[in-house]
């Protein structure tokens, strides 16, 4: 079975400051794990992807996440928060079998001027 | 990019009657598309998976005959919310994909149910 925990359910930084959304997950296979952006009452929006290649993935908007086997942990970072960076993140894994996604439960960010 | 266009982005309707909203993707065949529900301030929960041409499969908790799904063609899929209460109004997003590699989510319909 494959899961995905989000350490955080809020995470409140100042502008230009950096951003650490934390993501462990669970998976009895090599998993492909997800992050997407969502803006209120809008759909997700894919933020970058990890498909076991490079451990280091780039994504938009100047956000990165990192691939960690041994600790199972996929985090998300930017360097410097922009006010528009304010929104819901979802940590997500996919299942190999049968596509299903399997969502955390969220992080808050909230992004003060 | 893969695109998917959900309609509407929201509907009223009255308690009784039944909606029907729209998942397409817009520039690749998907293979597979998935319904999502979510409650505010809440992640997304699956209510179905869909391939085309064959029968959705429901998740557990699910009423099928209640939200109907229909993935007639590699590029459209349907779910119908039949006599509709006020307990159902919440936000649907759909997702679609071709490969299981990348995933493409709809802007979301939010119902409203009075």
């Known amino acids: 079975a494959q899961s995905v925990t989000q350490l955080d359910s809020h995470v409140s930084v100042s502008e230009g400051t950096p951003v650490l959304l934390r993501c462990n997950y669970s998976?009895?296979?090599?998993?492909?794990l997800f992050w997407y952006v969502q803006h209120p009452n809008k759909g997700l929006q894919l933020l970058l992807k990890?498909?076991?290649?490079?451990?280091l993935v780039k994504g938009i908007n100047g956000f990165e996440a990192e691939f960690k086997k041994s600790e199972t942990s996929f985090h998300l970072t930017k360097p410097s928060a922009h006010m528009s960076d304010a929104a819901e993140y979802f940590c997500?894994?996919?299942?190999?079998?049968?596509?299903?996604?399997?969502f955390g439960a969220g992080t808050t960010v909230t992004v003060r001027a | 990019g893969a695109v998917v266009s959900q309609h509407p982005s929201w509907v009223i309707c009255k308690s009784g009657t039944s909606v029907k909203i729209e998942c397409r993707s817009l520039?690749?065949?998907?293979?597979?598309m998935f319904w999502y529900r979510q409650f505010p301030k809440q992640s997304l929960m699956l209510m179905a998976t869909?391939?085309?041409?064959?029968?959705?499969?429901?998740e557990q908790g699910v009423e099928k005959d209640k939200f109907l799904i229909n993935h007639a063609s590699l590029t459209l899929s349907t779910l119908t919310v039949t006599s509709a209460h006020p307990e159902d109004s919440s936000f649907y997003i759909c997702?679609?994909?071709?490969?299981?590699?990348?995933?493409?989510f709809g802007s979301g319909t939010r119902l409203t149910v009075v």
């Open positions: 997702s679609a994909t071709a490969t299981g590699d990348g995933y493409t």
């Open positions: 998976s009895s296979y090599s998993p492909s």
């Open positions: 990890y498909t076991s290649a490079a451990t």
């Open positions: 997500v894994v996919s299942t190999i079998n049968d596509y299903k996604l399997s």
């Open positions: 520039d690749f065949q998907a293979t597979t």
């Open positions: 869909s391939n085309e041409g064959s029968k959705a499969t429901y």
